[in-house]
């Protein structure tokens, strides 16, 4: 089964920067599309991830209920279950 494609236009400088990454890493320009966005998406994910804990520690009661429940967790490791 084919997956479905489409065409997404892009400067000069850009393909031909996917073109020579294509030929120096030895893949096709769609992996390393599909690769670079993943890693774009993780970069997003966690750069919100981190406003989102500062904006949480800027609330004192709110960041200590966060510490509380941590330390309760923290204290599941020493239980003695294993998975």
């Known amino acids: 089964m084919m ?4 065409t997404v236009r892009v400067d000069v ?10 030929q120096q890493l030895n893949q096709p320009m769609q992996k390393i ?3 670079a966005l ?9 750069s919100a991830t981190a406003e989102a804990f500062s904006a949480l520690r ?15 967790w923290e204290s599941t490791l ?3 279950i294993e998975k």
Do not use: F, H, N, P
């Open 78 to 80: 020493q239980d003695g």
């Open 38 to 46: 993943a890693e774009y998406k993780r970069k997003v994910l966690l």
């Open 58 to 72: 800027e609330k004192r009661e709110l960041w200590q209920e966060e510490i509380e429940e941590r330390q309760l």
């Open 13 to 22: 400088e850009t393909y031909e920067g996917l073109k020579k990454l294509s």
């Open 33 to 35: 599309i599909q690769e």
């Open 3 to 6: 997956s479905k494609t489409t």
